[in-house]
């Protein structure tokens, strides 16, 4: 039986000025702002959210801990069942100091009800904000936005799959056509172009121009034919 061949992904993510955006419209819900740029700039999955406790966001050593938990008689555990740590960058920490809910533990982003967000309440409320403003981006869009930005930054597809939890395959197929320019010199394979040939050509160049403005052109000392006595006698 043949395989079907999987196709390429069609993925979504925001710019920088889109991400200002998404906040802005965000403003009036402290929470849902602060959840919202948690996803962008720290690429966690919806659950790995709603599921942060207190004790898994550390402000002071700027740190965010995906972790399993077990809490009231629940478990749960990252989609990848490993466990992680996200660095948190400076734009999502001036975020989060100045979030104060009025929280109720073990929750860092209680829902209105101070219990851990329904997943489907969370979306259904976000969704309806968005589209009150015309937009249509989702936590997926969001996690999105996190590895496209890093791909586009630069970043390894492994440093990327590390934070993300995810591996680096998955990575590849999202994220390696997002850095194009990384590949300039693999495939440079012609004969002589090397960066002395790119500067020879650009003085044979600028020679060039000269002559068409008929200006001089510096040229080397002229040689004198010195002749010696036996020189002379052999001729």
Known sequence: MRRAQESAPLITWLTQEQICEQLVFLRDSPTLKAMVATFIYAGLRR?????LTVDDV?????LIYVRAKLINGKHWQPKTKRNRVVPISGALHEILAAYLPQRTEP???PSTR???????????????INRSHGLSWSCLDFRHTFGSHLAQKGESLYKIAELMGNSPEICRRHYAALMPEKMHDVVEFSPGRSPTADKTEVILKQILEKLDQKEPVPVGPKLRLIRTAGDEAAS
């Open 107 to 109: 929750w860092f982003f």
């Open 47 to 51: 659950e790995e959210g709603l599921w």
């Open 58 to 62: 550390d402000l002071d050593k700027r």
């Open 114 to 128: 101070g219990r851990r967000w329904d997943a489907d309440n969370f979306s259904q409320g976000l969704r309806e």
